[in-house]
């Protein structure tokens, strides 16, 4: 087999033990490997109705076959496991260099089950699987729990080769807007898994190996590599606005095309784009690239954060930190976005989730609805000391805070006003407005996985313009462009790429690289097909664990007040008129159930 | 004569060039068998390439600072010493050297050093 290495390795933690089992060669012929392998082995083996936060649920680690081996962004680690937010299942992306050495020391995959009677830390190095007490890193943040850890090593040089990844205060007190953060404060997308691991009384997972990957043609592999990395160089947005900013580079475009959400999303413009852009973000930081496995474009920003408590180790805010945690919460000023970003690396939250939900508590006390009384803490749109409180509370589920921890669907619900809660599926959203990019409103009502940019970036067409000039506004052709978008992102992130490329790339670029690495010969519509067929997978499961067509919707906000001001003023979403079109291109019933024969084309 | 010259102001920690690296000379994907390797130190990556072969670890060691830094010399040090792991291919034993992939040099690190800390410079 190449690329891969065919073993999995499954851990109970009740009982302490540990196997390593074959992969079964068929099931990657069929899902790839990564998310659609995970996705499949899951839904296989758990029940839907579970209990995210219960010894039953599974939590799943899985590399695609293309990490490690030198393909280009090929860093993409995935976490499969039902989500405690919102009780989908949930597929979280981590990049940064846990996935790559996972494969070298000798896994594609790890499957956590049961609990631990005790904290504990899970460490593979170099063949040597231990499940060991984690005394000292209990109760750590995610960069200190890194350190010990390794101090605590006996060989001098393996802390040099040893990646680990982490939860934080967060996911110990099973908040559910926790997530696992990776290779020093790469937070991993998807909100809702620190819990999970968390329940499972695992706070970490180290590796490190010396095992070899295989590639079916080398020479051929190494030139189409180059060639990529070319490519990559040769494009602006990859070689020049990804290199040196980060994701972050969006925010001046997102402002002038009025996407970017204000204060909840009540508005969505700004006009002093300039203390928010690129030139803010340098001002306050000074920014040093940092590289994900194997990856040329580097989009990961290093920083020193200037707070004695995070003592110069600090990622610089990406864009959804500007949007979510910042802009949504009103908050401009770049210090305190990075401030708020670091407390949620270092705490293990979800950037995404819990500024939603901070977002949430601060509109209801706008509206009058609640007061600081009631909730015992202040939340007021822009004022960055109750944004960064509310946040340190959260994590440590100190007092109050315990209410606002639950989600921003939850607080809303409690106050009777749901319409003040912008998420779908309990998952507060990424921070783009659905009424001013038609494709990202319809995939963020549709998506398996709650309304999240990575799993279709679709922004790459409608506001980038990379491949095909679209218009935001317009709802023409968007049900296309969003399936083929999620079908892409099912894809990459099964091969254990980065969505990122395709800013530099186009999707058959990809194929050549697949192909010689793998020995296959798929052309890019069998691997679109594998791609639809691990997205009705997942809506399978779905389906099962209770989410129908009432789910796949918008917050009325979206479909009923227009935009009030701005560059895209008195847009709206018309995401209802997008739905039926979308749902008879993937082959759905009306109520958005897979018809018997699109799961039998699919080999399902 | 052709060096690589490299500045580790510019590197990323990506370790594409690792794999370049074991790709061209045992045909695999294997940072431990390859001829550079790139270690973190606080922020910053150092690119190491394997020099020649030791067979005692140096009787002095040092720590050298840089700026409010203190490195460790082994870290740094090209040889391919017995008193560390790297440059010793993992299955064998065999001490790892780089041959600046063939004559005249084509080095497949530099190829896939897409930051610019690698360079490939002739005086
Ligand atoms: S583009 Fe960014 S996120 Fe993607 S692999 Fe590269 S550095 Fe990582
Ligand atoms: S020049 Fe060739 S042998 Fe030397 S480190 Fe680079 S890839 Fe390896
Ligand atoms: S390829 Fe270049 S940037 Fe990446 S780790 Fe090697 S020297 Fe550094």
């Known amino acids: 087999m190449y690329g891969c290495t065919g073993r999995c390795l499954r851990v109970n933690l009740s009982e302490g033990k540990h196997s390593i089992e074959e992969i079964d060669p068929e099931l990657l012929d069929k899902f790839l490997g990564g998310r659609g392998l995970g996705v499949k082995v899951y839904s296989d083996e758990v029940d839907p109705q579970t209990d995210p936060l219960g010894p039953e649920n599974k939590l799943i680690f899985v590399s695609g076959p293309l990490v490690g081996t030198g393909a280009v962004t090929g860093a993409s680690c995935n976490v499969v496991t039902k989500s405690a937010l919102s009780g989908?299942?949930?597929?979280?992306?981590?990049?940064?260099?846990?996935?790559?050495?996972?494969?070298?020391?000798?896994?594609?995959?790890?499957?956590?089950?049961?609990?631990?009677?005790?904290?504990?830390?899970?460490?593979?190095?170099?063949?040597?699987?231990?499940?060991?007490?984690?005394?000292?890193?209990?109760?750590?943040?995610?960069?200190?729990?890194?350190?010990?850890?390794?101090?605590?090593?006996?060989?001098?040089?393996?802390?040099?080769?040893?990646?680990?990844?982490?939860?934080?205060?967060?996911?110990?007190?099973?908040?559910?807007?926790?997530?696992?953060?990776?290779?020093?404060?790469?937070?991993?997308?998807?909100?809702?898994?620190?819990?999970?691991?968390?329940?499972?009384?695992?706070?970490?997972?180290?590796?490190?190996?010396?095992?070899?990957?295989?590639?079916?043609?080398?020479?051929?592999?190494?030139?189409?590599?180059?060639?990529?990395?070319?490519?990559?160089?040769?494009?602006?947005?990859?070689?020049?606005?990804?290199?040196?900013?980060?994701?972050?580079?969006?925010?001046?475009?997102?402002?002038?095309k009025g996407v970017l959400p204000q204060k909840n999303f009540q508005a969505a413009a700004f006009t002093e784009s300039k203390d928010i852009g690129t030139e803010a973000l340098a001002n306050a930081f000074a920014l040093r690239s940092r590289g994900c496995f194997a990856c040329p474009i580097a989009c990961i920003k290093k920083t020193d954060v200037n707070h004695p408590l995070f003592k110069g180790k600090g990622m610089a805010p990406t864009y959804w930190a500007i949007g979510?945690?910042?802009?949504?919460?009103?908050?401009?000023?770049?210090?305190?976005?990075?401030?708020?970003?670091?407390?949620?690396?270092?705490?293990?939250?979800?950037?995404?989730?819990?500024?939603?939900?901070?977002?949430?508590?601060?509109?209801?006390?706008?509206?009058?609805?609640?007061?600081?009384?009631?909730?015992?803490?202040?939340?007021?749109?822009?004022?960055?000391?109750?944004l960064l409180q509310a946040l340190t509370l959260i994590a440590t589920k100190k007092g109050h805070a315990k209410r606002i921890g639950k989600g921003g669907e939850a607080l809303a619900g409690e106050y009777g006003a749901p319409g003040s809660f912008m998420g779908v599926k309990g998952l507060p959203m990424a921070p783009f407005d659905p009424r001013s990019i038609q494709g990202m409103g319809l995939h963020f009502a549709t998506c398996n996985y709650g309304p999240h940019h990575l799993y279709a970036y679709t922004f790459i067409d409608e506001l980038l313009n990379v491949h095909e000039e679209l218009d935001p506004w317009s709802t023409e052709g968007k049900p296309e462009?969003?399936?083929?978008?999620?079908?892409?992102?099912?894809?990459?992130?099964?091969?254990?790429?980065?969505?990122?490329?395709?800013?530099?790339?186009?999707?058959?670029?990809?194929?050549?690289?697949?192909?010689?690495?793998?020995?296959?010969?798929?052309?890019?519509?069998?691997?679109?097909?594998?791609?639809?067929?691990?997205w009705n997978q997942e809506k399978l499961f779905n389906m099962r664990a209770g989410f129908d067509h009432t789910h796949d919707t918008l917050p009325q906000r979206f479909v009923k007040e227009p935009i009030p001001g701005g560059p895209a003023e008195g847009q709206i979403s018309k995401v209802d008129e997008m739905l039926p079109g979308y749902y008879d291109l993937r082959g759905w019933s009306k109520k958005g159930e897979p018809l018997p024969e699109t799961l039998d084309a699919l080999g399902l | 004569m052709p060096r690589i010259k490299i500045d580790h102001s510019k590197c990323t920690g990506c370790r594409h060039c690792e794999i370049a690296c074991s790709l061209n000379h045992a045909g695999v994907a294997n940072p431990r068998r390859a001829r550079i390797r790139v270690f973190r130190e606080g922020n910053v990556f150092f690119p190491v390439i394997a020099g020649p072969f030791v067979d005692a670890a140096c009787t002095s060691k040092v720590d050298i600072r840089i700026g409010d830094q203190v490195y460790d010399m082994c870290l740094l040090c090209r040889a391919s010493c017995p008193q560390k792991p790297f440059f010793i291919e993992a299955e064998t034993g065999f001490p790892l050297k780089c041959d600046f992939c063939g004559i005249p040099p084509n080095p497949s690190c530099v190829h896939w050093c897409n930051s610019g800390a690698l360079e490939l410079v002739d005086d």
């Open chain 1, 88 to 256: 989908t299942i949930v597929c979280a992306k981590m990049r940064g260099h846990f996935g790559a050495e996972l494969k070298f020391a000798g896994f594609d995959m790890i499957i956590i089950e049961g609990k631990a009677e005790f904290p504990v830390i899970l460490s593979i190095l170099d063949d040597k699987i231990n499940i060991q007490p984690a005394l000292e890193c209990w109760g750590r943040t995610t960069s200190e729990t890194e350190e010990v850890f390794k101090k605590n090593l006996t060989d001098k040089w393996a802390d040099r080769e040893t990646y680990l990844v982490s939860i934080g205060p967060a996911g110990e007190k099973l908040v559910p807007l926790a997530n696992i953060v990776n290779d020093r404060l790469l937070s991993v997308g998807g909100a809702g898994i620190g819990a999970v691991m968390g329940s499972k009384n695992l706070k970490a997972i180290a590796v490190k190996g010396s095992h070899s990957l295989s590639v079916a043609d080398g020479d051929r592999f190494v030139r189409v590599v180059t060639t990529l990395i070319n490519k990559l160089n040769s494009a602006p947005l990859t070689s020049q606005s990804m290199s040196a900013w980060g994701s972050a580079f969006l925010v001046g475009l997102c402002n002038q």
């Open chain 1, 324 to 386: 979510a945690l910042g802009l949504n919460c009103g908050i401009r000023d770049m210090t305190t976005i990075g401030m708020a970003n670091m407390i949620c690396a270092e705490m293990g939250l979800d950037p995404i989730a819990a500024g939603g939900t901070v977002a949430t508590a601060m509109e209801l006390m706008e509206k009058g609805i609640t007061s600081s009384d009631t909730l015992k803490l202040e939340f007021r749109f822009g004022q960055g000391e109750d």
């Open chain 1, 481 to 534: 462009l969003v399936k083929r978008y999620q079908d892409m992102g099912a894809v990459i992130d099964s091969l254990g790429l980065c969505n990122w490329p395709l800013m530099g790339l186009k999707f058959n670029n990809f194929v050549p690289m697949v192909n010689s690495c793998l020995g296959t010969d798929y052309r890019a519509e069998d691997l679109l097909k594998i791609g639809e067929r691990i």
